[in-house]
């Protein structure tokens, strides 16, 4: 099994998807049974999803009500 420094290390290209299969396995299994790199995935992806969102997300004006619809629907 991985270790959760070597989990931490391959995060990122585990979340491209750029592992190959049988690391990602290892991963998986790591998540499935670590509670605490279970939880820094999530948190990592919550981060991506609002980073994400800066980047690609153009509102349109006057749309701050819906914006904020979205926002508290993410917390
Ligand atoms: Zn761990």
Do not use: W
Request: hydrophobic content about 35%; some cysteine.
């Amino acid at each position: 099994m991985v270790s959760c420094k070597k989990l931490a290390q391959s995060l990122s290209a585990y979340m491209d998807g750029n592992l190959d299969h049988e690391l990602c396995c290892e991963i998986e299994k790591h998540l499935s049974v670590c509670r605490r790199c279970s939880v820094l995935l999530d948190s990592v992806r919550k981060v991506l999803i609002v980073s994400g969102d800066e980047r690609t997300f153009e509102l349109p004006m006057g749309n701050e009500d819906r914006l904020h619809a979205f926002l508290s629907s993410r917390m």
